[in-house]
């Protein structure tokens, strides 16, 4: 049987996903289940390891009923997923504990006092990353205080997509990306001790599992692993890198001569852009954002990451569902998401600001604050529903905009994916509040794509991985969308009011979190 499929599986926050794909990149079948965690009093985030690697390995046999032969036809499989978070095991491989998410908020009051160190600057410089209450590096400092007993049963830390890799071969890894952006140099790609000094972590070094990188190293898929999801033991298992930069790869950031923007709108927003070297990253004043090693030698996604976009767009529709319900009327989401675009058509651009601050874990990008709520300012009797649905996609936009601008200039084009960028209205907002052409991808898997694409270069399908590009992603891109030069000059004039806003909330925000705390 001849081999000529790669399989990609993405773990993300929402789903999980199978998807195979041809060696050309085509999508040939697709496998999901819905993913499983819970919030916590105080600001938990967690996720059961035993699930998520049950789930992972139903979707393979889910896929394998979809297409014939899929085991022996398959050339390689690779895995990416959620980033950050904190998944420990022990010795022999079991859970320690539940793992924690990127979600989780509980190391907040840690970040504060680390980020309000002068030497924390020596950790940004290194990392080129923010630090927050995500990321593993925080949530160890967290753990060292309140759960030294938990630490003291681990042997490995992992992320998510790192602890679905061991299930499936038994090598304990993590990647260029996350491993560096948490605890490295990322001019170096490997672990700094001067960044776990500033942590206050170094006794932990021992938690963090070898790099690897998935475009040159791979392992063989487990006869545990090959029972339990019904592949072929010794099938290459690839480490991808982590989910948000897999993103990024299959919707095109990728691209040395345009250098486009690329923005993720799902759950969260990443936005990023492309340093084609290490002296390209411009890190801010406010050390913030994240740098993340991509799948190709020596270049970088810069990003920033406002820590909440569907969320948004989901609750505002949901106030209507719910008022709906309540009367006995049922909604699907995909009803309420058919009214956007007559109910954003019926207002006037910019009547309103929304600060689009509604996840429980607060703000990381463009600034780090984990008591920023959401919010419109300027509601008068006048504005209804149709106006607060247009403010809150106008917040992301400028949300959006906020994280451009802490990387440098501006960029003239944006590659969008995530769910909502199918969004005909999104992406004339965002395109307008950046001054940007947009272009979308038919590619409609980017993730599980991403991570296909470094096991096609790590098997030799491709020389490299621009050559890879070039036949995955740059087929697949849409028309170039222009911007609306109208209705930017009305975003533009408000920009300055947006950026005024969340700054004045700050004491506001952190005021609120303190009497709820008494």
Not at 140 to 147: D, G, L, Q, S
Not at 386 to 415: K, T
Request: charge should be negative; hydrophobic fraction near 45%; aromatic fraction near 6%.
């Amino acid at each position: 049987m001849m081999r000529d499929l790669l399989i990609g599986i993405d773990a993300g926050t929402s789903v999980i996903k199978s998807i195979a794909f041809d060696t050309k990149g085509r999508q040939i079948a697709a496998a999901a289940t819905p993913n499983h965690y819970e919030t916590l009093p105080g600001g938990g985030a967690e996720q059961d390891l035993a699930r998520t690697w049950a789930d992972a390995a139903t979707t393979l046999r889910q896929l394998a009923d979809k297409v014939p032969d899929l085991a022996s036809r398959t050339v390689a499989i690779a895995v990416t997923g959620q980033g950050d978070g904190t998944w420990l095991i022990d010795g022999k491989g079991e859970p320690v504990a539940k793992g924690w998410l990127w979600l989780d908020a509980r190391a907040a009051g840690v970040v504060e006092e680390i980020r309000a160190r002068p030497d924390d600057r020596l950790r940004f410089e290194k990392t080129g990353s923010g630090l927050a209450a995500c990321q593993q590096g925080s949530q160890f400092a967290f753990m060292k205080r309140t759960m030294p007993e938990m630490l003291g049963k681990a042997a490995t830390a992992f992320h998510c997509k790192d602890w679905l890799y061991f299930k499936l071969t038994g090598e304990r890894a993590t990647d260029p990306s996350e491993g560096t952006f948490t605890f490295g140099d990322f001019r170096t790609r490997d672990y700094s001790g001067d960044v776990l000094d500033v942590l206050g972590v170094a006794d932990l070094r021992h938690l963090l599992p070898p790099i690897v990188d998935g475009t040159s190293h791979s392992a063989g898929l487990s006869p545990a692993a090959a029972e339990v999801t019904g592949m072929l033991a010794g099938t290459p298992v690839v480490l991808g890198y982590v989910d948000v930069v897999c993103t990024a790869l299959g919707a095109g950031l990728l691209d040395r001569e345009r250098k486009p923007g690329c923005s993720i709108i799902g759950s969260t927003g990443m936005h990023m852009r492309l340093a084609e070297t290490p002296d390209d990253v411009q890190l801010n004043e406010a050390a913030t954002g994240y740098t993340m090693a991509m799948p190709a030698p020596g270049v970088f996604a810069q990003m920033q990451s406002n820590m909440a976009a569907t969320l948004n767009i989901d609750w505002v529709l949901g106030l209507a569902s719910g008022i709906l319900a309540s009367q006995g009327i049922t909604r699907s989401n995909g009803e309420m998401i058919a009214l956007v675009d007559a109910w954003i058509a019926a207002s006037q651009p910019a009547s309103l600001l929304y600060q689009p601050y509604v996840s429980e874990a607060g703000e990381r990008g463009p600034f780090v604050d984990a008591n920023a709520r959401a919010g419109f300012v300027g509601i008068s009797s006048r504005h209804g529903y149709a106006d607060l649905v247009r403010a809150v996609f106008e917040g992301l936009a400028f949300a959006a905009r906020d994280c451009y601008a802490a990387m440098g200039p501006l960029p003239r084009e944006i590659r969008l994916t995530g769910g909502a960028a199918r969004s005909p209205a999104l992406r004339k907002i965002l395109g307008a509040a950046i001054g940007a052409d947009t272009r979308t991808s038919a590619r409609e898997e980017a993730g599980a794509a991403g991570a296909a694409m470094i096991a096609a270069v790590c098997v030799g399908q491709y020389a490299s991985m621009d050559e890879c590009v070039g036949e995955w992603v740059t087929p697949l891109l849409g028309e170039a969308e222009p911007s609306d030069p109208d209705l930017a000059a009305i975003y533009d004039r408000m920009t300055p009011s947006y950026m005024l806003a969340h700054q004045a909330l700050r004491p506001v925000w952190r005021a609120m979190a303190t009497s709820q705390e008494n």
